[in-house]
């Protein structure tokens, strides 16, 4: 059985991966232009060892010293831009995340009745001031910034003891050529900052989500069902919660671990709490050519309906999309959605 409000959730979702990757990519301009930066600095002030690995003289001593410092300087500066970003860009989605579950229970479920909308000081302190995972966002983002620069300073340090060269050192921090510059220190830290972002946005939505649903109790009943997408990359934690039904306040919430792409739908008063709802592949075969390009893209959703695309290649090909984007393309869709629900 057809489930608008699913359908327009899980295509909120695919639309949040694509935002995500807009945080993302400020973020990653951040870390490029410090991790530039800091291998200016090793280049201007090495070398500090002699042919034997030994640091050379107390004046190297002091060199490597302070360059270690101005690495910690240039990390904290590059780290107070990259925080305000990552904290703006949720903030923004937030705000978004309410309006959007108004539209999707009036446009989707014809609910005609007023919305009671959280504050925009709730919604931002779900954002400044929660925890997710254990920590609020500024805390994970500090620990983020605290480990980058033990590792870089680790990584220098074993080059030094190792006796390797300048370019050896660097080579440490950015990775190899013949692997893409992927298996070097700034790539860890670049995957550990995108990691950060894609958890603290399902929380994010998660939450706004749910507060929604609070300051509207006339509205809802007490009942969500966890929705986990289901490929070879489902962790066995939103395996076991795929479809099960909670109650409101005492069941999980996304995110259920770092990463975690799962969404919640929440039943109204006026309609039947299912025992089940479909699985994410199901979801997509019932979908529209159209839409099925929208998630995939066409070459792979071509391949999809030819039965020649794997599951794990799903979600997150490496589009971005603005917030603005979302809007605009979530309007077209409650826009079609109304037509249907008039024919």
Not at 175 to 197: H, I, M, P
Request: charged share 30%; aromatic share 6%; proline share 3%.
């Amino acid at each position: 059985m057809a489930d608008p409000a699913l359908d327009m959730i899980i295509r909120h979702r695919v639309g949040l991966e694509q935002y995500t990757n807009t945080i993302n990519n400020r973020i990653r301009r951040h870390l490029q232009r410090v991790q530039k930066d800091i291998v200016d600095q090793i280049n201007q002030r090495g070398p500090f060892i002699d042919e034997r690995g030994v640091i050379t003289k107390q004046k190297n001593r002091r060199r490597l010293t302070r360059m270690n410092k101005v690495i910690e300087d240039l990390l904290a500066e590059a780290h107070i831009a990259l925080r305000k970003d990552q904290r703006d860009g949720l903030v923004d989605l937030a705000e978004y995340e309410a309006e959007f579950v108004e539209q999707l229970y009036t446009n989707g479920l014809g609910i005609n009745s007023a919305f009671d909308r959280p504050s925009r000081e709730l919604l931002r302190a779900i954002v400044t001031s929660e925890p997710f995972r254990g920590d609020v966002l500024r805390s994970w983002a500090q620990q983020m910034e605290a480990n980058q620069l033990r590792r870089i300073k680790q990584q220098i340090q074993i080059g030094l003891t190792e006796g390797e060269s300048i370019e050896e050192i660097v080579q440490r921090l950015r990775g190899t050529r013949a692997l893409n510059f992927t298996d070097g220190q700034f790539a860890k830290d670049k995957r550990n900052a995108e990691a950060l972002t894609r958890t603290a946005v399902n929380h994010v939505q998660s939450r706004a989500h749910e507060e929604v649903v609070k300051h509207n109790p006339k509205l809802f009943s007490k009942k969500y069902e966890w929705v986990s997408v289901l490929d070879s990359r489902t962790t066995p934690i939103c395996q076991s919660r795929a479809g099960r039904i909670y109650n409101q306040g005492e069941g999980p919430l996304p995110p259920g671990h770092w990463g975690c792409r799962s969404v919640v739908r929440y039943f109204t008063k006026f309609e039947d709490v299912p025992e089940s709802q479909p699985k994410y592949d199901e979801w997509l075969r019932d979908q529209p050519a159209a839409v099925q390009d929208e998630v995939l893209g066409k070459k792979k959703g071509r391949l999809y309906r030819e039965g020649r695309l794997n599951l794990s290649q799903f979600i997150n090909d490496g589009r971005m999309l603005t917030l603005e984007q979302l809007r605009e393309r979530e309007a077209k869709a409650w826009q079609a959605l109304s037509r249907q629900n008039a024919g």
